[in-house]
């Protein structure tokens, strides 16, 4: 079946709806349409727009490898019962915004070669959401979930901006790039780096497209406005994470390999001078706050990025290092102690007194933490007191014993 600029725009469909199969060329119109029954669209084909704008759902809607060559809008649609979007094909932009889904959201071997947008959609008892692989951002900004739920996906960004979690929920991730800002977490909340290939249902391995040569792990971009105290990060890549202004940071959970921003070692310019820095774990917030300042190998701020200075970069270095201590991670911690000391250190606001005694601190041993430069300085403290010896302390010869005054005799009668 073979149907062209097919417009059903605001009809109700009281029994079964089927359209399996058939292939829609130019624009097809499903606005506010009713379907009361199944809605039947497995293996169909768009060649043109497909607009389900405001559609109702109210049996199953069957989009099983459906294939959508040029836009798909179900923006503002209802789904009341399965949303079945297995092994769909999305080869432009998919709109699901503010959408419904009330029973299951079934997207497993789903591709999407552009954006996929769920923006402000509200997942009422979605189990399981993927796996499926987007060439573009997965947007969630302003999602809700209102049901436990795993996300499995292969993405190049995954927007969680004001996303809200009201029950326990994992993501399953290959490449993305996740931003998580003003997220509320009511349960626990799991971000894992998906090591293994997803794979589409019947097993076959799905596949990643232009994904591909990329690293597969996944990246938090921010956590600035959400509660940490429900997050646990298994194998993601901190390194471009902001992190100032996260709620409860001291209970954010770390396992696996979750690096840091690196400090430029080596010497390296400052200003008019050459230092060297010592290799650490710091937070890119630092590196942005150095970067200002001209010093050279650190990460500047991209375009629209607040630069926060060392009165708020302080405190989140001290909630970092007691997550680690509550973890058992003493050796790990020491990192974030010495950037929480070298923030204070910089911290105008601070006493002239105390930043003093801190410049000492770090200058004789690194705030503790730096043996060799303690060495130094007790190797150099041995030498200049040998020295001041040899010139001051010590006599050329030896004093020879001699006895002085007069000595009188007296006769005994």
Not at 115 to 132: I, M, R, S
Request: aromatic share 12%; charged share 20%.
């Amino acid at each position: 079946m073979t149907l062209s600029n097919a417009e059903f725009s605001s009809t109700t469909f009281s029994g079964f709806a089927w359209f399996g199969g058939a292939a829609f060329s130019g624009d097809t119109t499903f606005g506010g349409v009713t379907f009361s029954s199944d809605a039947g669209f497995s293996r169909a084909r768009f060649s043109g727009p497909a607009w389900f704008g405001g559609a109702a759902f109210y049996g199953p809607g069957e989009f099983y490898e459906t294939t959508f060559s040029s836009p798909a809008v179900f923006e503002g649609a209802t789904f009341s019962s399965d949303a079945d979007f297995r092994k769909a094909a999305f080869s432009d932009e998919a709109e699901f915004r503010r959408v419904t889904f009330s029973g299951p959201a079934v997207f497993d071997g789903a591709t999407f070669s552009s954006d996929a947008n769920f923006h402000e959609a509200v997942f009422e008892t979605a189990a399981h959401v993927g796996p499926l692989v987007c060439q573009g951002a997965l947007d969630l900004r302003g999602a809700r979930f209102n049901s436990p739920v795993t996300i499995q996906a292969a993405a190049t960004h995954l927007e969680g901006q004001r996303t809200r979690w009201d029950s326990i929920a994992a993501l399953r991730l290959r490449y993305a790039t996740v931003d998580l800002s003003d997220a509320v977490f009511e349960c626990p909340l799991t971000i894992v780096t998906q090591t293994a290939h997803f794979t589409a249902p019947g097993g076959a391995v799905l596949a990643e497209g232009q994904l591909v040569g990329s690293d597969p792990g996944a990246r938090v971009a921010s956590l600035r406005g959400a509660d940490a105290a429900h997050l646990l990060l298994h194998n993601v890549d901190l390194s471009a994470c902001l992190l100032s202004g996260t709620v409860h940071l001291d209970q954010l959970r770390l396992e696996g390999e979750c690096p840091l921003a690196p400090a430029p070692s080596g010497l390296r310019r400052r200003g008019l001078f050459v230092v060297r820095w010592t290799a650490r774990r710091t937070l890119i917030e630092e590196q942005h706050w150095r970067a200002r300042r001209g010093c050279s190998g650190w990460a500047a701020a991209p375009d629209g990025t607040e630069v926060i200075g060392p009165a708020g970069l302080a405190p989140v270095y001290r909630q970092l290092r007691k997550s680690f201590e509550d973890g058992k991670n003493e050796p790990d911690a020491v990192d974030f102690y010495y950037g929480e000391m070298e923030m204070r250190r910089h911290d105008r606001n601070r006493p002239i007194a105390e930043r003093a005694l801190l410049a000492l601190y770090w200058a004789v041993s690194g705030y503790g933490l730096r043996a060799s430069r303690a060495l130094v300085w007790l190797l150099g403290a041995m030498a200049a007191t040998v020295l001041v010896m040899m010139l001051w302390g010590l006599p050329l010869n030896d004093p020879k014993t001699a006895t002085t005054g007069r000595l009188r005799s007296h006769l005994i009668w």
